[in-house]
């Protein structure tokens, strides 16, 4: 049974900074691309990073790019996103998954809140 769990989410003024976690199982990690995700309040659920198997590539929003890195950990059937120079636009739930085929999608998460304000 495919499952991810997110964590490292909080509060944190604009400027600084947040390592989130998502730790996968239920399928075989290494062979996955993986991609993090966000959803604001009011928001439908957007892309926010995406790293290839082997985590030697990395593809990034431009609203993530130069601020947020994603990284992997093949052993630990993880990934992890830097997010620096936070925003309150980057204020979300963020999540975890892999990108799949139409009609074949795991499951999502249960996500990890990001607030950024005073």
């Known amino acids: 049974q495919v499952r991810f769990v997110e964590s490292g989410g909080g509060l944190v003024q604009p400027g600084g900074s947040l390592r989130l976690s998502c730790v996968a199982s239920g399928f075989e990690f290494s062979y996955y691309m993986m991609d993090w995700y966000r959803q604001a309040p009011g928001k439908e659920r957007e892309l926010v990073a995406r790293i290839v198997q082997g985590g030697d590539r990395t593809w990034y929003e431009n609203f993530a790019r130069g601020r947020f890195t994603m990284s992997r950990d093949d052993a630990k059937s993880a990934v992890y996103l830097q997010m620096n120079s936070l925003k309150p636009e980057d204020t979300a739930v963020y999540y975890c998954?892999?990108?799949?085929?139409?009609?074949?999608?795991?499951?999502w998460g249960q996500g990890t809140q990001v607030t950024v304000d005073f």
């Open positions: 998954n892999s990108p799949r085929p139409s009609g074949q999608d795991f499951p």
